[in-house]
């Protein structure tokens, strides 16, 4: 009894202690197949959610059931005149909704999430509405979602609500394959354009991955929801509000780390939390360095001398043949 009450309170301080320095702000790691919580850092905090939005825009146009070969041309309107986001999708370009989506999901394109929302029924007001409706029947009490792409700030949600909508979005099989395909090529005005998924370790060696998106604003920083299978455990991870590229993939990796148990958490935890700190200077970047300075200081008072001793002959020599 006590050798299980002894594992249970170690089992317990390893995840806090885990948890505490990751470099994302909100974490959440749930078990999906018992919803046991495995990793959990500020989960109840509301924060802006960037294009993790596109989860919620994608089950809406799904739910209406609309003719996925209809083609769509992307409108002027679909631009980006908020933050000035760039995309690779044309205006004037007829691509078909199925392919919109998978722009929308896979290489998180804000002109193809606005079109779709502009080609809801009921236009940009009914996919409102009908994300209204999506909101409050997975039970995102905690969430607001004002338009399809997460470029406003006032799309905001918790760690805790966004879990609920990373399972309702794996139930559908064309989210789970769009946002799972490392790169597609597209039909873009006649001419196949190839667009790549905006998360690296989709396709990456080591990862199963069964549902993936990412999201970045400056208010929301780095986000990450995604799906995975590591040692023969189906987990969904959530990170929030990560302050470079580099800590959310630390992030997942350790995530994935604790759940197959390859490390100690501790050491993986200090890891991820330095990840930050090294944004500017890559971690070979770092060994580089460090190496140089090894080098420096091994033979450097070695090189001086030499360098006296050549500097010496030469110009003693001249010296001596001007005489």
Known sequence: MLKKLFATVLMSFSAAAFAVPFGSQSVLVVEDDTGKILLEKNADRVVPIASLTKLMTAMVVLDARQDMDELIEIDRSDVDTFKHSSSRVPVGALISRRDVLHLALMSSDNRAAAALARTFPGGTDGFKAAVKRKISALGMTQTVIEEPTGLSPRNRSTAGDLVKMAAASSKYAVITNMTTDSKNLININGREVEYRNTNRLVGAKGWDIGLSKTGY???????????????????????????????????????????????????????????????????????????????????????????????????????????
């Open 217 to 323: 604003t400056s208010e929301a920083g780095r986000c990450l929801i995604m799906n995975i299978t590591a040692a023969g455990k189906n987990a969904t991870m959530v990170l929030l509000n990560a302050g470079a590229s580099s800590a959310r993939i630390l992030d997942a990796l350790n995530v994935r780390r604790f759940i197959a148990g390859e490390q100690a958490p501790v050491r993986v935890a200090k890891a991820s939390n330095r990840a930050p700190r090294f944004k500017a200077a890559s971690k070979r970047g770092s060994i580089k360095a460090s190496a140089k300075r090894a080098r420096i200081k091994a033979s450097a008072g070695n090189a001086k001398l030499k360098t006296v001793k050549k500097r010496g002959k030469v110009k003693v020599t001249p010296k001596r043949r001007k005489k």
